[in-house]
């Protein structure tokens, strides 16, 4: 069975400074990982995603997340926050080549000018 | 591509009314998949097709609840009867066939409100 973990409902940063956000994950099997952002009243868009191959994974808009195996992590990470990085973030973990995904609780990002 | 298309995008109604949403897929896609997003519980996965065949439904909450998908370029959730706690927003996805390189896409949802 898969799970993920999102260790915080909430993240709170100023415009400019670093961003983390951070998931654990569980999984029987070689899993795919992916963070998905969703802003206010849309849908889920992807960020980026680990399928086994480079653990160091870059997405869009300067995202970035490191896969580490022995701390099943897959934290998600920024170097200088935007105003418009604000939104929820989802970290999504899928066992094999299933299309069974499981979701976090999702982490939201604030923002501060 | 137009990506995922759904419509509505808002619909309101009243207890007890029948309400069917409704997707496009990706061309190109054959696996579809419903999710129901609340603020108590999250993304929650209702069924799933590949094919147009159900191949998951587990997560349908309940008999009042049921989807199809008579071809691959389109699907339909129906609620009948509507009741309050049915209020969500519910998205539709779609991917290729599975690999693990693939992820889903994701439509805007629909923002459904039962009075």
């Known amino acids: 069975a898969q799970s993920v973990t999102q260790l915080d409902s909430h993240v709170s940063v100023s415009e400019g400074t670093p961003v983390l956000l951070r998931c654990n994950y569980s999984?029987?099997?070689?899993?795919?990982l992916f963070w998905y952002v969703q802003h206010p009243n849309k849908g889920l868009q992807l960020l980026l995603k680990y399928t086994s191959a480079a653990t160091l994974v870059k997405g869009i808009n300067g995202f970035e997340a490191e896969f580490k195996k022995s701390e099943t992590s897959f934290h998600l990470t920024k170097p200088s926050a935007h105003m418009s990085d604000a939104a929820e973030y989802f970290c999504v973990v899928r066992e094999g080549a299933g299309n069974m995904l499981t979701f976090g609780g999702g982490t939201r990002l604030m923002v501060k000018p | 591509d137009a990506g995922v298309i759904q419509s509505p995008r808002h619909e309101v109604t009243e207890m007890g009314q029948e309400v069917t949403l409704r997707c496009k897929p990706i061309?190109?896609?054959?696996?579809l998949f419903w999710y129901r997003q609340t603020m108590m519980r999250g993304l929650e996965l209702l069924i799933y097709?590949?094919?147009?065949?159900?191949?998951?439904d587990s997560g349908m909450p309940e008999d009042r609840f049921s989807a199809k998908m008579p071809n691959a370029s389109f699907s339909t959730l129906k609620i009948q009867p509507s009741e309050p706690r049915d209020s969500a927003v519910y998205f539709c996805?779609?991917?290729?066939?599975?690999?693990?390189?693939?992820?889903?896409?994701f439509g805007p949802g629909t923002r459904l409100t039962v009075l």
């Open positions: 996805a779609s991917s290729s066939p599975p690999d693990r390189r693939n992820e889903q896409f």
């Open positions: 097709f590949n094919n147009n065949v159900p191949i998951d």
């Open positions: 999984s029987s099997y070689s899993p795919s």
């Open positions: 061309s190109g896609h054959n696996s």
